[in-house]
Nanobody, 129 residues
Framework: HVQLVESGGGSVQAGGSLRLSCVASGRRVASYCLHWFRQAPGKEREEVATIDANDDSTYADSVKGRFTISKADAQNTLYLQMTSLKPEDTGVYSC????????????????????????WGRGTQVTVS
């Protein structure tokens, strides 16, 4: 049973950087499809980035070139490095781990997510002003 805990959120000025972490416990997630999502107040949840079991990553157009998703398998941890932050990046950022679709083409932004096979963290707030 996988549990995910995010950290690293905070308040930052536009143009600044933050690095989010998502620590997994209970099982190793190196062979999962790992996602970062965000949700701004009053808006639908948006998928931001994914990384598959082969370490191939994809990004939403809104963050491409500014955000980098990575993982440290030995630490069972997922990261999201965010640079050149904009006010529209504000939101609650959550990580998710899907054991059912670990590789491309299913593991990508806008790809396939199996709800019954996906575990979510509770999120961390990012505020850009």
């Amino acid at each position: 049973h996988v549990q995910l805990v995010e950290s690293g959120g905070g308040s930052v000025q536009a143009g600044g950087s933050l690095r989010l972490s998502c620590v997994a416990s209970g099982r190793r997630v190196a062979s999962y499809c790992l996602h970062w999502f965000r949700q701004a107040p009053g808006k639908e949840r948006e998928e931001v980035a994914t990384i598959d079991a082969n370490d191939d990553s994809t990004y939403a157009d809104s963050v491409k070139g500014r955000f980098t998703i990575s993982k440290a398998d030995a630490q069972n941890t997922l990261y999201l490095q965010m640079t050149s932050l904009k006010p529209e990046d504000t939101g609650v950022y959550s990580c998710a781990a899907d054991s059912d679709n670990p590789f491309s083409p299913w593991c990508k932004v806008g790809g396939t997510i199996t709800p019954s096979a996906t575990v979510w963290g509770r999120g961390t707030q990012v505020t850009v002003s």
